[in-house]
């Protein structure tokens, strides 16, 4: 074996190694924008694939043998077909950074599927008909007159899928529209040399080389994205704890600890034993109310519940029968931002059933849907228009707050429906999964 054929070798088996290597952190990647990494994880395993065939061609040529007569045609006949389907591979990962749901004109994907199909058929029909390479008596490789017809169809096919990266190039990002137009470049020019001097395979180095600046920059723009959401998350979090220092802090709200202190004072002197437990059952409220401070996960919907209960007792001692409470729990076992069913409870019984002459009934429902857990508070109050919300600074905020936190915490919605003089109806929305 030549000098030449061994370096050739080496490099490639290196480039196997690398593209191996690189498939793998794809692989392990995967979730993150799962279908344009498995169409470079497709692209780095066809890389290996030619390169191997190319090593196979150039280890067993000269080799007179019938194992060596099967493998050089049938390895020298998978090296062309590789490059065809690497660049059908390289079409389609394109395809997907520029836009995976409006995709590319059609017009684009004739003109690859075309001549990389017609090179592929090439590939096929030199195995029976020798019109573009042929061997010797000595089993090695050779050009023909055609040859160059089989390379223009390859180099064709990487000139329409660089006029598309310029045409939509808007949608790329700058650095990646480089790394992509090197799969371009690159093996042309390898091309262009080896139409006049065949020696090592510069086409197959050039194509590895490019497959592998793709994946990096590939790597370099998936931790700038990882970075960003990060400090998305960062600023998400950041902005939740800030919402719940400022719910918990509405929700403890001068006028409520008054008229509990109020209402246990005179218990203090006509029901010492009701005094007791609502002493018991203010201390519960304010020890949620302030541990949630602490916490920014979701709560189960019964330790919710059983906060919501406490404040009701409070005001039940209040308003007697002026306030009647209902529950309907059809559903269980899901979790939800602390303290927002307290809040529409309490602007319930505050803003609606309190300013009603005789009060009312504030019903608590939870329900399960086919996708989705619910939890409404219904209230026969005064309501009010839900367009024209008046400006009462606490109340108002507290419920945007809570509409925020089950957004970004559960993927969740807040609904509200409301008439004047015909109560309100406030549901939470939060998808199973």
Known sequence: MSLMAVVHIALEIWGIVFCILCASCVYMGRMVNYRTNIRLLKMLLLNALLLCMDVMAWAFRGDEGTLGYIMVRLSNGMVFASCNLLLLAFFHYVVGLIDEKRGVGRIWYILVYGLGGAGIFGCLLNQF????????????????????????????GMLVCGVMIIYYRKRISRNRIVALLSYIFLPAAAVSIQLFYYGIALLNLAITISVLWIFMNAQVEYMRELVKRTNELVEQEKKTGEMQMRLVLSQIQPHFL??????????????????????????????????????NVPVPIAKELEHVANYLVLEKMRFEEELNIQYDLQADGFMLPALSVQLLVENAVKHGLSKKN????????????????????????????????????????????????????????????????????????????
């Open 129 to 156: 008909f020798p019109i573009f390479y042929d061997f010797d008596v000595r089993n090695f490789y050779y050009r023909k007159d055609w040859f160059f017809v089989l390379q223009a169809m390859g180099l064709l």
């Open 258 to 295: 008054y008229n509990v202190l109020n209402t246990i004072y005179y218990l203090c002197g006509t029901s010492p034993g009701k005094a007791q437990k609502a002493v018991s059952h203010f201390s519960d409220y304010l020890r949620v109310n302030l541990d949630s401070v602490k916490s």
């Open 358 to 433: 005789g009060g009312g009934t504030i019903t608590i429902t939870t329900r399960e849907e086919e996708n989705s857990f619910e939890v409404c508070i219904v209230d026969d109050g005064i309501g009010f228009e839900v367009g024209n919300v008046p400006d009462d600074g606490r109340s108002h905020t507290g419920i945007e707050n809570v509409r925020t936190r089950v957004r970004i915490m559960c993927n969740g919605t807040l609904e509200i429906v409301s008439k004047p003089g015909s109560g309100t109806t406030a549901c939470i929305h939060l998808p199973k999964q």
